[in-house]
């Protein structure tokens, strides 16, 4: 009896570690993605070993050693070497190695970088339908029928607050400003001055990093940064009506002050002020570098209660590229890891919540691990009001510093120094082939 319950019991355990590694292996082979789909049981370069290089730029070794562990996983002949270089290395060293046949086959992108890297890279061997089926901003990467990268996710501004000082000034949630003029009331109770009327809070700072607040503000009043013929457009009402706007916070509300810190994101958070506009990756930055800052986070408020032409601009974290110099079989394997990409929403969600950017996989939207991030839930609502320009050449950034520094603190006319920007600005693109992609806007129509 003793004899037969033993051979019972070690059937049984067979039977269960067999229908345990049938569960692996289903869980394995199971397709992942709805329209953009992978099937981990394809085999890649028909199971023969394969070595490829996988480069990117310092600040993100977890997550692509995710992908790569994961990828390695389900195919065992395929060997992924990491290649980190930090930001500005990266930007120097990758377009040369892609010019030969040793480059790495697949590569971390940059949009910022498009005209520097476009010439080097393949196409993705899938559908464009397929990939605006699942991916929202598709179209702005299409060229000439074909897709060279997309966006994993959105990365724009959202205003940070600091709780304890909000809580301090007898303000609560029902005082989350939604527009200019609530936001300036909001600044004025949360700024302190001390008895010699001596800055010791500001309640809003933008010092260091104005140019990143004004360029896209100016959609809010339906005004595209850039004209029909490819130039930039500073000098109008709608940019001349932010920076007023900002010199009165500081100038008349006396709710900031140019000298007050000369970096708000680090400034905010060491506590010296209460309200500053970043980011998001700002987010994890603040979680790591401030730990003991206690923020929340809400939209940008708007000139009115109506819901603007668009809020403000953003930028897409992009995808990866694949190197049509590298060979054949390097490709192949490149594309298959595109593709594994995509269609991983796990992926997918680690990418997103490592840069506090929204997704812009639609299977992602409503993702509760994601909305529980305070920068990326509070775009959920009018996350299609926030619009990209394009891979915007780095002349139009430093051209509106210049014109800010210039206005701000040596008081030169805002019309005059935006023209002057303005001008110098496109000359600087002429020599380029910047093509702005407003027109694809969804509302581009409601543009003045």
Known sequence: MKKHLTRILTLVIA?????????????????????????????????????IELWYWTGAANLFQA???????????????????????????????LQGQDGPAIFNVHNSYHENL???????????????????????????GKVYYTDYGMMTATMYYNKAMWAAAGLTDADIPTT??????????????????ELVQAGFSFNGGAQGDVLGMQYQ???????????????????QTVIQRMKDIYEVDQSGDYNFGNNSGDNFGQGMIAMYLGWGFMHNLLKSNFPDTDFGSFE??????????????????????????????QQAVAQDIVRFFLANDALQKQFCLANSVFPAKKSLAADEDILNVSSIAVLANHIDRY?????????????????????????????????SAED????????????????????????K
Request: net charge negative; aromatic share 10%.
């Open 15 to 51: 039977l269960a570690l067999v229908f345990s590694a049938m569960a692996c292996a289903s869980a394995q082979s199971a397709i992942l993605g709805n329209a953009v789909q992978y099937d981990p049981a394809q085999p890649v370069n028909d199971g023969q070993p394969i070595s």
């Open 67 to 97: 992908v790569a562990d994961e990828y390695s996983a389900l195919h065992p002949n395929v060997t992924i070497t990491l290649v980190e270089n930090p930001w500005d290395d990266y930007w120097t060293k990758l377009p040369l190695a």
């Open 118 to 144: 476009i010439g080097y890279m393949a196409p993705y061997d899938i559908a464009v339908e397929d990939l605006e089926n699942d991916f929202v901003g598709v179209s702005a990467h299409v060229i000439d």
């Open 180 to 197: 200019w003029d609530s936001f300036r009331e909001v600044a004025k109770k949360l700024t302190i001055r001390n008895d010699k009327g």
């Open 221 to 239: 009043y339906g005004q595209n940064l850039f004209t029909q013929d490819g130039k930039v457009s500073f000098n109008n009402e709608a940019i």
């Open 300 to 329: 940008i408020p708007a000139p009115s209660e109506d819901v603007p032409y668009a809020y403000h601009r953003y930028n897409g974290e992009s995808t990866f590229g694949v190197n049509k110099n590298a060979s054949a079989e």
């Open 387 to 419: 619009i990209w320009p394009g891979p915007m050449p780095s002349a139009v950034e430093n051209n509106m510093k210049i014109a800010l520094e210039d206005i701000f603190y040596n008081g030169a006319d805002i019309s005059t120094a935006l023209q």
């Open 424 to 447: 110098t600005c496109n000359q600087e693109l002429a020599m380029g082939d910047f093509v702005s992609v407003e027109p694809q806007y969804q509302y581009a129509a409601e543009a």
